[in-house]
Structures are given as C-alpha cells and as structure tokens.
C-alpha cells in the first residue's frame, strides 16, 4: 500500500490530517459522547466516528449513514474498512509520535483511505472558481475526477 498521508495532534488536542504532500485536508475533534467530529480543510463537518459495540470504531458520514469501521490488527496497525468490509487501509505508529497512513486504490480510482469522506471531497472542489484547476487538484491528490461533480 502506497503512504497517503499522515496526522498529528494540534496544539488544542484535535488531531490534524494531512495529504501525503503535507497539506491539510481536515481535522478530528473529541465530541460531547466519547466519539470524534470531523471537519475538512475548511472546517465544515463531514462526519464522526464513534465506538462500535464489539469493539474498533465505526465511521459515519455527516448524514449519519455508516461509512465503514477500523479495529487493530495483529501487528497494532489500525486495520480500516469501508461500508462493505473490504479493507482498504491501515495506519501504523510514526517514529516521530503521529500516525502514518497507507490505502490501496479503490475500486473508484481514488485514494482509498478518504473515500468515506467524498462529501468532504466535493465541499474542497466547490471552491475551485476553475473546472481545469479543481481537476488537477483531484489528479495530485490520487482521485478520479468523474467520480465528482465539477
């Protein structure tokens, strides 16, 4: 699996997430029940985790439909899965303290581990005033850009 990215904790205790060029694409906020709130690069909320009953964490859009699950594996990767229960990444320990993260691609053609978070996706390429650089952005960023509306 090819390293698509990485997060670390912010300054506040959010845990902020970067692309693999070391841009930021969103962040996790601990909310009022226990789970995590998720906001992209912009700040709007895209979604939350919360934990599953038998253990791991399940993911939800800002709908509230359930987008996938993570739950340790065996090495102590974080073993993620989408809303099929295909794997479709895993995040280990960095040496420097944060949290690396690798994804296959995905049957869609993008970067697997942020499929859950199209919506979030879509929000970042609505403020492209330029069809051809909200393509591009898409293209660097590993995704295929039919999958979205431009």
Not at 8 to 34: C, L, M, P, Q
Not at 76 to 96: C, I, M, P
Request: no cysteine.
């Amino acid at each position: 699996m090819d390293k698509k990215g990485y997060s670390r904790k912010g300054f506040f205790g959010e845990t902020i997430h970067y692309d693999a060029n070391g841009n930021k694409v969103g962040e996790s906020r601990r909310n009022f029940w226990g789970g995590y709130d998720h906001f992209d690069a912009s700040g709007k909320k895209t979604g939350s985790s919360r934990e599953a009953f038998l253990g791991g964490v399940n993911h939800y859009d800002n709908d509230g439909n359930k987008t996938g699950h993570s739950h340790r594996g065996f090495a102590g990767q974080t073993n993620h899965y989408d809303s099929h229960g295909n794997k479709v990444a895993e995040s280990t320990r960095s040496f420097w303290g944060g949290v690396n993260h690798y994804g296959s691609e995905s049957t869609s053609g993008g970067n697997a581990l942020f499929d859950d978070d199209h919506d979030a996706i879509q929000n970042e390429i609505d403020n492209f005033d330029d069809p051809d650089e909200a393509i591009a952005w898409l293209e660097d960023q590993g995704y295929d850009s039919s999958d979205f509306d431009l």
